[in-house]
Structures are given as C-alpha cells and as structure tokens.
C-alpha cells in the first residue's frame, strides 16, 4: 500500500537520527527560553541545548508527567502567548481538572499531516466517503480523524458517536466505505443492524475501519472484521502528545509505525526510571520534536509496549510498538495479584460462546478480601437450551480458564445478549467498588 510522506515515513534511519536530534536540540532550547515550568526543570538537572550531543542524552532530561499536567492547568504548560493558541482539546478526567492540549497554526498543520499518513496507510484515498463516529468536541477522536481525511481529499461524514440507527442509514445511503471510532462502539453499530435485519455484506461498503482511544486485543480484531465486513486498523495516540496520529499500523499489521519524526519514542522501567531500549516491555515516553504551543519533554505515557526496529516489509522505517495491552494504571491489583483488563479480554474471547461484551468488577468482601467477578453476555441459543446445566458448565470452564491464566480466582456470570451497558465512546470494562471506598 502506499506511503503519505515517504520521504520522512521512508527515511533510513541514520537521516532521521539526525533530523531528531537537530530537532532535540531546538525543543531544549525553545523549551528552557519560553516555558517558566521547562525552564526551572532543566536548570534544576543542570541541562541546557548544549548538554545534548548526541540522542541517548535525551535521558538526561527530566520526565513530565500527568501530575505536571493537572498541576499547571490551564495555562501552564504553553510556551506561547495564548494568543497564538488556535484550538483546545481535553482528556476527560474521571476525577477533578482535565488536562488538556493546545494547538498552535502549525500544531493543526502538522496534526493533519499525521493524521493524513494515519489514514493513507489503510488505503482512503480522495475517493473515499469517511464515515466518523468519534465523538467531536474535547475528546481529539472526531476533529483528528477529520482533519486528516480532509488533509487526503476524501469525504467526510463528521457523525460524531450516538444516534446508531441513524449512522446505519447514513453509512448506507451515503456509501460509506470507511468507518472511525472506538472498537466497542464499532460493535454497538454492528449490532444495531442486526437488531434492525440490514446485512451489512449486501447493504454497507465499507472496506477499512480505524479503531482506537481504548486498549483492544487481536481476538476484537477478529469479532470486528468479521461483524462489520471490513479490515480493522489500530491507531494509537493520546491528547497530551497531539490526540490520535501518534502511531498507526501498516497493512502487515506488524506492530503500530510511529511517526518517530515528530515524537521520539523511548520505554524505561516505570518503577526505576532507567530507559529499557528496544525489544523490552515496559512504559512508553514521548518527547514532542516539533510541537510548537505544548511540547513535552520524555512525557510518561503510563502505556505498556514493547519497540521494534526490526524492518517491515511495507517499507517504512520508523519503530514500531506493539498494540498497547493496557495503561499501566488500568493494571487491578487483586489480592496482591497483577491482572490486566486485556488479559481478561484475551481469555473469554477464546470462548465461541461468549459475545465481546463484558464487565469486570472487584469489590472487597468480607474480612477485607478482593472479589473478582467478570459479568460476561451469552450468545443467544445458549438460554434457549433446555438443558439447565449448560450456563453454569460453561461458567465453570471460563473460571478454570481465567484462574489458570491470572492465578486468581475470579466468579463468571454469563448474562444475557443486550444486558451489560453499550458504551457510544471508551467503554467501560472495569468497575473497582473498593475505589469507593477511599
Ligand atoms: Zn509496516
């Protein structure tokens, strides 16, 4: 398939080890001379431009974290006037502030042009009629997608999320032939048209669909391509660094390309600090090269990946990350245990029984003890079955399944199809009563 921008997609990687450091260099110094929380940071290491001589220097500099995000909210992070901010998105926060992004001119530009190489690389081209049920507003899910597939020259259908019967009709009178937005939703729509009879091979054209903005395994690959009729491409990104654009898959589907000439990928040990390299799990950081309203500097992403440099048969040159298994504050300790919300997602998907909708829900009961209960729906003939047994055989199989892959011991309650809540953004998997607590 082909490249956007092969030149910078496409570089060999000596050239791009320069152009980031060159680009290093610039941040440091923009950074230190414009921004009074940058410039305290990098005095207080003792950094200026000149400490950085080559690119493993970046570990010299200090991290930013979320935390230095809700503590300068609003405006605190800008390292322009405001007056040259030309758009603001925000994470939603499930407590207290946001923490938020600020887009310069030259933000949106180069915004738009990730987002353009993001969408180019499943194949929309200006033939294409974009169908984008990410929501529009704070969240940068529905303008990102936007820009870029107006950056490409395609048709875009700004839906934005909600209203599913109504984005069937459309998708289908309009042709659509992409779809954008979060993968449960994508099962939502799905099944909307079930529940209304349109079979989507013969009534819907779509071909390509990029889901992202919550962790999906490759099993929710499987369900989506299958559901909806069309290749499913990851997409990853978060507000702070620009919102989606950050990374993309290829048609290898080898890993997620990152746009490595405008964010400068690292992994480190979250608990020390020390940089991993590639090949090694543990925590995604960015540096921002080239953001001109709020570059951060080795901002902890709080996401587990691993970083390849391997070659991809597609052509491009950039590292690679693997899908994003969960943040490392999605991590549930229970009973002392580690357990990740995608390993779960993982092991009940191994069940042709089970339908891709499901809770997780930890609660301490009596005497302090961590209860692990995972509400899971059915596929519909299994409470037609007329032998009672059947439910509670098959929630004893995914419990022995589950305990042996998490080493703890967990409940399953298979419900019925259309009971556990349909989420129109982030859906929310897991809900940690013990948090109420507190
Ligand atoms: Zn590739």
Request: with cysteine; proline share 4%; aromatic share 8%.
């Amino acid at each position: 398939m082909p490249i956007w921008n092969p030149e910078f997609e496409s570089m060999s990687r000596d050239e791009l080890s320069k152009l980031q450091l060159e680009r290093l260099k610039t941040l440091v110094e923009h950074a230190a001379s414009m921004s009074p929380f940058y410039k305290e940071k990098l005095a207080q290491a003792g950094i200026t431009a000149n400490s950085i001589q080559s690119l493993e220097d970046i570990a010299k500099l200090p991290f930013t974290t979320k935390e230095d995000l809700r503590h300068s909210y609003p405006w605190g992070m800008l390292t322009v006037p405001l007056k040259d901010v030309v758009r603001i998105h925000a994470s939603s926060g499930t407590t207290g502030k946001p923490t938020i992004g600020a887009y310069t001119r030259a933000d949106l530009d180069l915004w738009a042009e990730v987002m353009a190489r993001t969408i180019y690389a499943g194949g929309v081209t200006e033939d294409d009629i974009v169908h984008n049920s990410y929501g529009y507003g704070l969240f940068t899910g529905g303008l990102g997608f936007h820009i870029g597939a107006e950056k490409i020259g395609a048709t875009v259908v700004p839906a934005s999320a909600g209203l599913t019967r109504r984005q069937l009709m459309l998708m289908e009178d309009f042709g659509a032939t992409v779809l954008c937005c979060t993968p449960s939703y994508s099962l939502v729509i799905a099944e909307e048209a079930v529940a209304e009879g349109i079979n989507i091979k013969d009534r819907l054209s779509l071909q390509v669909g990029f889901f992202g903005a919550e962790p999906w395994t490759e099993k929710m690959r499987e369900e989506i391509e299958a559901a909806l009729n069309l290749k499913a491409f990851d997409i990853y990104g978060l507000t702070e660094i620009i919102g989606p654009g950050v990374s993309i898959e290829c048609e290898h589907h080898a890993g997620l390309h990152i746009f490595e000439d405008h964010f400068y990928p690292e992994i480190i040990d979250p608990s020390s600090g020390e940089p991993l390299g590639y090949d090694v799990e543990g925590e995604l950081v960015f540096t921002t090269l080239t953001r001109e309203g709020m570059p951060l500097i080795r901002y902890r992403t709080r996401d587990r990946t691993v970083l390849h440099t391997d070659k991809c048969a597609c052509g491009r040159t950039t590292v690679r990350m693997e899908k994003v298994l969960g943040r490392t504050d999605d991590m549930l300790i229970v009973r002392g245990v580690n357990v990740f919300p995608s390993q779960i997602e993982r092991m009940l998907l191994e069940f042709s029984e089970l339908e891709p909708h499901y809770q997780i829900i930890v609660d301490r009961g009596k005497h302090e003890l961590d209860i692990l209960e995972i509400w899971v729906e059915g596929v519909d003939n299994l409470f037609m079955s007329v032998d009672p047994q059947r439910i509670q055989t098959l929630e004893r199989k995914v419990e022995d399944r589950l305990h042996e892959a998490l080493v703890v011991h967990c409940t399953v309650k298979l419900m019925k199809p259309q009971s556990i809540e349909r989420s129109l953004g982030k859906a929310k998997r897991v809900i940690d009563r013990r948090q109420l607590d507190k």
